[in-house]
């Protein structure tokens, strides 16, 4: 087994056959000399582009600190000229001309107070209950749902259910919600379901919570609570 020895024959059409003998050692010498160089080639060609990408990202990065020196020189030159103006003059005379420019005042708008007593005005007089009350947007309206319950189930509760959006800012907007969603003539409860529209100068976010008033057919309030918007918004 140790003479053992490959024919390698190269054949052409227009030549004669050619035939060389080759030990395994050299045969297998020249397999792994193929495997190598793909390797090395692979290896190569792996390495160029990993550098060429991090060579296109200094020259990137060359450029934006190009040109935000370019910018500090700018301000750099701008400061010396202004230096220099300062200091041809008596500082005496500069002093003079800058107390003489006046100085106008801004004027602090300030912002309408907000009365919390008022904005976060509670009332119950134990004639209307109101429970589980829901608000949720659908199909860019606003849906509320809430349990009505008569206190005084000896006579029966008529009259009109009312509803207010506070904003964070302390605005307040009536929202005029479908009459036959909101009137009610009750014995014992109702569930009162209704859909409106956020109104214009408004937005969600901006909403602190719904105020919901509960009149009698006399126009006469008997309830009156604020559910901040975290605590009814599904």
């Not at 390698?8 to 080759?22: E, I, S």
């Not at 390797?39 to 991090?54: D, I």
């Not at 479908?178 to 379901?193: G, L, Y």
Request: proline share 3%; net charge positive; aromatic share 10%.
């Amino acid at each position: 087994m140790g003479n053992t020895k490959y024919n390698v024959l190269f054949m052409r059409d227009d030549d004669t056959v050619k035939r060389y003998r080759l030990s395994p050692f050299w045969l297998g010498v020249f397999i792994w000399f193929i495997v190598i160089l793909v390797t090395c080639a692979g290896l190569g060609a792996w390495s160029g582009y990993t550098f060429w990408n991090q060579n296109s990202e200094l020259r990137q990065d060359k450029h934006e600190l190009q040109k935000n020196l370019n910018e500090a020189s700018v301000q750099l030159e701008r400061l010396e000229n202004v230096n220099k103006i300062l200091d041809s003059y008596d500082p005496t005379e500069v002093q003079s001309l800058l107390t003489a420019v006046p100085v106008e005042e801004k004027k602090v708008e300030s912002s309408p107070r907000i009365d919390l007593s008022k904005l976060l005005f509670y009332k119950n007089l134990m004639r209307a209950g109101v429970e589980n009350v829901k608000l949720n947007l659908s199909g860019g309206r606003l849906a509320l749902s809430f349990d009505l319950n008569n206190l005084q189930t000896a006579s029966s509760l008529s009259g009109e259910a009312r509803i207010e959006l506070i904003g964070k800012n302390g605005s307040e907007a009536f929202i005029k919600a479908n009459p036959n969603d909101m009137s009610f003539h009750i014995q014992r409860f109702k569930v009162v379901r209704t859909r409106f529209a956020i109104p214009s100068k408004m937005s969600l976010k901006d909403i602190y919570g719904l105020r919901l008033m509960i009149n009698t057919t006399k126009s006469e309030l008997i309830y009156s609570e604020v559910y901040p918007l975290s605590r009814i918004f599904n």
